[in-house]
């Protein structure tokens, strides 16, 4: 298993009920079959090995704040690590809000934020700025998908998340995911899915 400030990231065992779910519910949701995909955090290389079995990608960008996160993968984990092998991947180890706001507007087909929890450094990924600037970096019509916790456990930031993103992605979705995980605390963990406006405005497909 995989632990970063004493806390359980992932395990052999189960970690493909999370990134089955971060990586294909944004991707398989778009109208289109995604070219270009950001991934945020996930410097252990599970979301970018689902990623990049979808054929029709032509580049992933991986913003990853903690190199050794991805040494250890690749030399503990190299099932997990296989995406980091892909010649579509570029691996960036840098801030990853940084990233997202300095990237050119609709930038992304879809971005995906593999987060801890939202405490201390990481509390920073869950707040508005970062959302209004995920929205930007976004072409319309993309989808954005962020870990968003435990419904049996942590309804209350959920909640105001869900109202954040309500806020931000006007004209377009926000629906709530999840699925089950022995690993995780209550046995389940979300994913918080925000779909943006077309560029005439109309509705996204609802990638529910």
Known sequence: MLLLDGVIQCTDRDEFSYQEMIAHLPLCGLEAAPKRV???????GGVLREVTRHASLESVDLAE?????????????????????????????TDGIKWV???????????????????????????RPFFEAMHAA????????TQAESLWLHLPIISS????CA?????????YAYTTIPT?????????????????????????
């Open 101 to 127: 706001t300095d990237a050119p507007p609709a930038s992304y087909d879809a971005i995906i934020v593999d987060s801890s929890d939202p405490v201390c450094t990481a509390e920073v990924l869950f707040q």
């Open 38 to 44: 950001l991934v945020v955090g996930g410097g252990d």
């Open 184 to 208: 995780y605390p209550s046995g389940q963990i979300g994913f918080m899915v925000c779909a943006k406006a077309k560029a005439d405005g109309s509705p996204p497909r609802d990638p529910s």
């Open 138 to 145: 976004l072409r319309p019509g993309g989808v954005v998908c």
């Open 65 to 93: 704040i903690d190199g050794m996160v991805c040494e250890v993968a690749k030399k503990h984990f190299p099932a997990m690590a296989a995406g980091f092998e892909d010649a579509r991947v570029a691996v960036h180890i």
């Open 161 to 164: 998340l869900a109202d954040m």
């Open 167 to 175: 806020s931000v992605f006007v004209g377009g979705t926000v629906r």
